[in-house]
């Protein structure tokens, strides 16, 4: 079965420095996946879509990357800000519904610290 | 644009209650999604529409569960009886068109079975 795995365990980080979040898909080749932050109490915003095309997506300080062999993406913050504290959720999209529909991973929550 | 509207915020309602969960989507969008987070299975899809019509409902858990959008701006989703397992945060998200792959989610409503 299709399964997607980020680290259920929180990471902690000093403000400044790079965070790196981790998502492994298993059984799945999507044609894109999309990552989205999620704050308590609220529904998931989007962040960023790369294609199966493409290894590397850039958004200001936000850089997603993707590789269909190894069925990873990583998803990278720089000069990390306590703002940056939330969940983020990978959710590579599925080609049994014609690529409409996207299933998501449990999330890993990132804490910045001052 | 306001955004995905839900209705209500918070439900708290008692075993074998029929529960009536809200969605207005964004104007023009042409896909509506409903999802339900829990902390044991994360974000699950459970419905999606394709210009008011249901188009895969493979998620939906049980009979018990039912969705309707009778017309473009408008979807319910509906538990009846409702059971304690169906406590969770259910969101409502919807996507412009095929070619537009993001999705905007609604700010959730929290639904709690006694």
């Known amino acids: ?114 | 644009d306001a955004g995905v509207i839900q209705s209500p915020r918070h439900e708290v309602t008692e075993m074998g209650q029929e529960v009536t969960l809200r969605c207005k989507p964004i104007s023009g969008h042409d896909y509506l999604f409903w999802y339900r987070q829990t902390m044991m299975r994360g974000l699950e899809l459970l419905i999606y529409f394709n210009n008011n019509v249901p188009i895969d409902d493979s998620g939906m858990p049980e009979d018990r569960f039912s969705a309707k959008m009778p017309n473009a701006s408008f979807s319910t989703l509906k538990i009846q009886p409702s059971e304690p397992r169906d406590s969770a945060v259910y969101f409502c998200a919807s996507r412009a068109s095929d070619d537009q792959e993001t999705q905007y989610f609604g700010p959730g409503t929290r639904l709690l079975v006694l």
């Open chain 1, 1 to 114: 079965s299709q399964k997607i795995e980020q680290n259920s365990e929180a990471l902690n980080i000093q403000e400044g420095k790079t965070a790196t979040l981790t998502c492994n898909y298993t059984n799945y080749s999507p044609a894109y996946l999309q990552w989205y932050r999620q704050d308590p109490g609220r529904g998931p915003v989007f962040l960023l879509l790369i294609r199966e095309n493409e290894k590397e997506k850039r958004k200001e300080r936000l850089k997603v990357t993707f590789d269909t062999t190894l069925k990873q993406s990583l998803f990278h913050i720089t000069a990390s800000q306590p703002a940056d504290s939330a969940t983020y959720l990978c959710a590579p999209a599925r080609r049994d519904t014609g690529r409409r529909a996207l299933t998501f991973g449990s999330g890993t929550r990132l804490q910045v610290q001052p």
